[in-house]
């Protein structure tokens, strides 16, 4: 039955053939059977126990490697290309090793030329920079400074 002004049917009728009220098993189907007290504080317990567990520390050098000084240039000769300062550039390794760390320092007027719009010209140069570390097994990440 439709109603004069907008044309919709205002109550659902099934087609022709099927049942008026649909079975659902969804209830049924998710229902979780019920864990005691003692259970549920074993598995909070084991829980803790695992975010308390020391990591690993990573291995960071102290001297950074050709790979570390290749990948700096990397990102100094991009940046250069972008900005309106390029004497301004400079690229700071803050950590080293298989997952290392750069800090990329332009002049002020040209920090939007480096971050871009909606941050895609620094996403760029992140993507690039990784894809080179990659190339050699290793991580790399790139950080803008203000």
Do not use: C, N, W
């Not at 550039?89 to 750069?102: F, N, Q």
């Not at 800090?103 to 871009?116: A, N, T």
Request: charged fraction near 35%.
């Amino acid at each position: 039955m439709q109603t004069p002004t907008t044309g919709r049917a205002d109550r659902y009728e099934p087609p022709a053939g099927e049942p008026a009220e649909l079975e659902t098993h969804v209830e049924a189907e998710h229902e979780q059977p019920e864990i005691g007290a003692e259970a549920l504080h074993e598995r909070y317990e084991r829980h803790d126990r695992h975010e308390r567990r020391e990591r690993p520390q990573r291995h960071e050098r102290h001297e950074p490697d050709a790979e570390d000084l290749r990948e700096r240039d990397l990102v100094a000769f991009l940046a250069r290309g972008l900005v309106d300062h390029p004497d301004d550039v400079s690229v700071e390794i803050l950590s080293t090793g298989p997952e290392a760390t750069y800090e990329l320092h332009v002049h002020q007027d040209d920090l939007g030329h480096v971050i871009g719009k909606q941050g895609r010209t620094a996403r760029s140069l992140r993507l690039a920079l990784g894809a080179a570390a990659a190339r050699t097994g290793r991580r790399a990440f790139l950080e803008i400074a203000d």
